[in-house]
């Protein structure tokens, strides 16, 4: 199979979707790898390491699009590059289709098979491929909050550790899961005040013995978001509801009760975000204020350290993609947890969730498949 890796054209974005090391693997299961030039820039990874590592390079996107059985990559495809999608063609990458349903349309329209990195699932339930980029943007989350928090960027001039005689900052970390955990951990480092909520009670359990007392944890409710959001100097979203649209957790008319200059971190801006008055931001811009409360709502926050990010997310990815590289669209068939990553098959949407938030006809993957 012919393995193609454009550049990402996403803003703000550095990732990329197969580093050398993946590409040496890909090879040694004898596929071939073309590879957009410049595509490695942002992790340092430059054209002479893709050819060393086996790849052939492209002077462009569109000889990529053109040429590939399978294009591999980070962020969801854009506007111009779901026009370059076949229905021959295998598309696996993040998506988030539940927020975007232009997006969702565009893939339809080209009859792509187009395999959710965020919907892959393992044998524990978990999601493997979301989870290192979950890992990243929780712990960005914190660096973000810290940051955002100083007065020349529109903060509260609070410093999330505090100094001695003076007391720390006040984060609420709204969901459990591995975003939530991170953050935590990142929070709990710099020594801030931090409130984990979720509406697990065995999660609360888990992170009260993992933290040893130093995270209070709080059943989820409207009333307790409500309580630890006018008390925080910093509010991370970090609830998922794989393949659907986040909840919306905090309201516009809960802002005015917050501290002037409180900060809310929406992790969640992928699927649309869980905070009402949030809306997608870049790197170069990453904020905005609404009601005195300032707002980080990038879309893709593991872009800001693309060389830890890339790395990381080919671990998780590459056996994932070795199976359909080496089997095609039968790698479906072996894997069920494969198949759940499955969004888009022949014009068809195979993913419920996603259907169900988009308002459209949701088929059953296993039928189009065997068709």
């Given at each position: 199979m012919?393995?193609g890796?454009p550049?990402e054209?996403k803003v703000g974005?550095?990732?990329v979707?197969l580093?050398?090391?993946?590409?040496?693997?890909?090879?040694?299961?004898g596929?071939?790898?073309?590879?957009?030039t410049?595509?490695?820039a942002?992790?340092?990874?430059?054209?002479?390491?893709y050819?060393?590592a086996?790849?052939m390079?492209?002077?462009?996107a569109?000889?990529?699009?053109?040429?590939?059985d399978?294009i591999?990559?980070?962020k969801?495809?854009?506007?111009?590059?779901w026009?370059?999608?076949?229905p021959?063609?295998?598309l696996?990458?993040y998506?988030?289709?539940a927020?975007d349903?232009?997006?969702?349309?565009?893939?339809m329209?080209?009859g792509?098979?187009?395999?959710?990195y965020e919907?892959v699932t393992?044998?524990h339930?978990?999601?493997?491929?979301?989870?290192?980029?979950s890992?990243?943007?929780?712990?960005?989350?914190?660096q973000a909050?810290a940051t955002?928090?100083?007065?020349?960027?529109?903060?509260?001039?609070?410093?999330?550790g505090?100094?001695p005689?003076?007391?720390p900052?006040?984060?609420a970390?709204?969901?459990?899961?591995?975003?939530?955990t991170q953050?935590?951990?990142m929070?709990?480092?710099?020594?801030?005040?931090?409130?984990?909520?979720d509406?697990?009670?065995?999660?609360l359990?888990?992170?009260?013995?993992?933290f040893?007392?130093r995270?209070?944890?709080?059943?989820?409710?409207?009333?307790?978001?409500?309580?630890?959001?006018f008390?925080?100097?910093?509010?991370?979203?970090?609830?998922?509801?794989?393949?659907a649209?986040?909840?919306?957790?905090?309201s516009?008319?809960?802002l005015?009760?917050m501290?002037p200059?409180?900060?809310?971190?929406?992790?969640a801006?992928?699927?649309g975000g869980?905070?009402?008055?949030?809306?997608?931001?870049?790197h170069e811009?990453p904020?905005?204020v609404?009601?005195?409360?300032?707002?980080y709502?990038?879309?893709?926050?593991?872009?800001?350290?693309?060389l830890?990010?890339?790395?990381?997310?080919?671990?998780?990815?590459?056996p994932?993609?070795l199976?359909l590289?080496?089997?095609?669209?039968a790698?479906l068939?072996?894997d069920p947890h494969?198949?759940?990553?499955?969004?888009?098959?022949?014009?068809h949407?195979?993913y419920?969730?996603?259907?169900?938030a988009l308002?459209?006809?949701f088929?059953e993957?296993d039928?189009?498949l065997a068709?």
């Amino acid at each position: 199979m012919l393995i193609g890796v454009p550049r990402e054209i996403k803003v703000g974005e550095a990732r990329v979707g197969l580093t050398p090391a993946a590409v040496v693997e890909y090879v040694a299961h004898g596929h071939q790898v073309l590879v957009e030039t410049g595509a490695g820039a942002g992790m340092r990874a430059d054209d002479d390491a893709y050819v060393a590592a086996g790849a052939m390079i492209a002077e462009t996107a569109a000889e990529v699009f053109a040429a590939a059985d399978m294009i591999v990559k980070v962020k969801e495809p854009q506007p111009d590059e779901w026009v370059q999608l076949r229905p021959d063609q295998i598309l696996f990458t993040y998506l988030h289709l539940a927020a975007d349903p232009e997006q969702a349309r565009g893939l339809m329209e080209s009859g792509v098979t187009a395999i959710a990195y965020e919907t892959v699932t393992d044998s524990h339930g978990g999601l493997p491929l979301l989870a290192p980029m979950s890992e990243v943007a929780g712990r960005l989350s914190i660096q973000a909050a810290a940051t955002a928090l100083q007065k020349p960027n529109g903060g509260r001039g609070v410093l999330l550790g505090g100094v001695p005689g003076v007391p720390p900052g006040k984060i609420a970390v709204i969901g459990g899961g591995v975003v939530g955990t991170q953050a935590a951990q990142m929070a709990v480092g710099l020594g801030a005040e931090v409130t984990v909520l979720d509406r697990s009670l065995p999660r609360l359990r888990w992170f009260d013995d993992m933290f040893g007392g130093r995270v209070r944890t709080r059943y989820s409710t409207r009333e307790a978001i409500r309580e630890e959001a006018f008390s925080a100097d910093a509010v991370i979203g970090a609830v998922l509801i794989p393949g659907a649209s986040a909840p919306k957790l905090i309201s516009r008319d809960m802002l005015p009760g917050m501290k002037p200059g409180a900060v809310l971190v929406d992790v969640a801006i992928d699927q649309g975000g869980c905070f009402e008055t949030s809306h997608p931001t870049t790197h170069e811009k990453p904020t905005f204020v609404v009601d005195g409360v300032v707002h980080y709502c990038v879309a893709n926050m593991p872009g800001a350290v693309p060389l830890t990010s890339s790395e990381a997310l080919n671990n998780a990815t590459l056996p994932f993609g070795l199976a359909l590289a080496d089997y095609g669209l039968a790698a479906l068939g072996r894997d069920p947890h494969l198949r759940n990553g499955l969004n888009v098959h022949a014009g068809h949407i195979t993913y419920r969730a996603v259907a169900e938030a988009l308002a459209l006809p949701f088929d059953e993957p296993d039928q189009l498949l065997a068709a």
